[in-house]
Each structure stands twice: as structure tokens, then as C-alpha cells.
């Protein structure tokens, strides 16, 4: 016969929520990924950003410190109205990530979505991670009102479709660039590989995702040899936020699609900034010319993903991409700091949300409708 305390420990088990990061529910997991970053990747980050000040330093003493401060002082004031255009490029890209979720998740609220947005993203900009330290960091700001796995599997999807509407962003951009003649031929072919080479990657991504990527994934480490009890028992947790996934992809093809125009219009308002830009420093001023610059600098900034900030790479992207356009480096330089000082205004305020909604904070009791959620894959959102 088991005894009184047995009993309720069994009883408690039994009631006790499914999780796909068991009954704990995801605290312990993400407990232990903020520790690892900020114990394991500190040294890497601080090394990673390093070189980035060596670029920047040397960048500023080749083209010349004293061109770059003439042109800043030309935009004067004038820069605080780049605000609100990052500001209107982010409102798409969080309106993308809102498209794809249900109704329970649209319950959220656009503004507590916002501030997980950028809490996220602010950590994306300074951890070395190819942009994707802040993603599982969004859904575990809204376990309060939205179960883990729901919002893990929002973001994942929204990943994607923010990755495939910058390959057709690219792509117009890329277009225009050769149809334009806005490039030297060396330049294009460079920028035509690159990113060619970036949609095959992207595409097998998403191939992948459809059919189940973090099973997929974890089974894989299981077959190293090393963990192997730990990486299976986390790739049958996994299994179901694979289901998640892969039932969205069978039935929210339209919310998809939302998210993915979205997206687009996201990239392209940062073409629209550029625009504005390139008129407050005195040049010639045309749409393919903006969108062209602002297409192979996205092109170039993810090639420097291991720099915190992508400091020093991309300034000197864009730099490379203003001078095969026939322009001065110095104006190049100017053109990437102006840009770079509205990315800071928004990182300050996605860390002020950050502290906010403290990520440390003890998580409540999984709910009933939780538990149901977690066993839906549903066709109307994630």
C-alpha cells in the first residue's frame, strides 16, 4: 500500500500538465540557456566584439574620420526623423509574427507582443548567434499568457517567413541594381552568388522545418554518442513542437502568406529610409538606387554574424557597396552610422522591456488551457 505522501506525489504527477520540456514546464530549460550565455559565450562574445572594434577603428582611420563628421553634421537633427522609420519596419515585422498566431495568441495584445518583439531582437543585436538568441527568449517573455510551445513554434514559423520575404526582397533589389547599372560587374556577380547561395540555404530550412527540424536535430546529436539518453529523451519532447509546426504548415498556408507580405513590406520600408537618407546627405535620390543599397547591405550584414552588433562589418558593407555605386567611402561610412544610431535607440528600449518583463521571474501554475493547447495542432494559428 503506498503511503499518504506516495499517494499525493503520484496524484500530482498525474494532473500535473504535459510539456513538450516536461512537467516543470520550460523554466528549467530556459534558466539553463540564459546561464549558458552569459557564462560559456561571454568570452566568444567579448572576442567576437573585439574584432569588430579593430574593423570599425581601422575604417574610420581609412576613410577619414574628420569626411565622416562634415557629412553627420549636414544631417544634423534630421536623424532623429530615421526613428520613426525603423519604427514602422519593426511594426510590420511584429504584425508578421502576430499573423500566424491563433486567437488565443492574438489575445496577447499587440503591445505586450511589441515589447517581447523587441526584447528579443535587442538581444539578437549584441549576442553572437546568428540572430537567433532572442527568438526561443520572445515566447518565454509570454508564458504567462501564451503557452511556451505555442509561442517557441510562432517564432520558428515567423523565422522563416521573415528569412524567405528578405530573399524576394533581395531579389527586387538585386534586379534593379543590374537593370539599373548601379553596380560594378565584379560587385553584382559577388552579390548574385552571395545570394544564391544564402536562398539555397534558406529553402533547405524550410524544407526541413515542414518535416520536422528539432527531432530531427536532437536525434542526430543522440546518434554522436555523446549525451546520447539526454538528446533522445529531448528529441521525444521535441517531437511535439515539431507537430506544432508541421500542422501549421499543413493548414495556415493563408496566415502564412499574411505574414510573409508583411515581412516584405518590413525590408521595404528600410528601403524607403534609405531613400529619405540619401536626399539628407545631398545625393541623387532614386527608388532602385535606395532599394538596390539597402538589399546587398542586408546581403552583407549576415555575413558578419559572429560580430556583436555586426560592428565594423557592417559599416564597412556598406562602405564596399556605396563605392562600387561610384560613391565616396566616407559617405558610405556616414550612411551606416546614421542607420546604426536608430538600431541603438531601439536595442536600449527592447533591453528597458527586457527588465520589464523579467525573464527570471517565477513562472505560474500551467493552466487547463494550456494543457489543451499543447495537444491541438489546430489549422487556424500556431
Known sequence: MLSYNQSREKRQNQAAPASCFGRD????FIHGWVSHMLSKTVRTNLA??????????GLLYWVRASSVVDHLRQVGPWIIALIPFYGIGQLFFILAWRALLDEQGRAVGLWKLSKAY???D??????????LAGEPLKAHLLRDMLPFVKGLSSVTVNKLSEALSMIAFQAVGIFLAIAFNLLTTEMAWGSLLVFVLMSVAIFLFFWRQKKGLFGWVFRGLSRIGI???FFERIAQKAQRLDDQISGFHLGGGHQFRVSLVLNFCGWAVGAVEGYFLLKLLGLEATIPKAWSIEAITVLANNLFFFIPARLGGSDGGKVVVFLAMGMSSALGLSFGLLRRAREFVFAALGFLFLVQLNPFRQRPAQSILE???????GTSGI
Open 227 to 229: 549525451a546520447r539518453a
Open 48 to 57: 567576437s566584439l573585439g574584432v569588430g572594434l579593430v574593423l570599425f577603428a
Open 118 to 120: 523587441l526584447a528579443g
Open 122 to 131: 535587442a538581444v539578437n543585436y549584441v549576442v553572437v548567434s546568428g540572430n
Open 371 to 377: 494543457q489543451k493547447s499543447l495537444q491541438q495542432t
Open 25 to 28: 514546464g520550460p523554466a528549467p
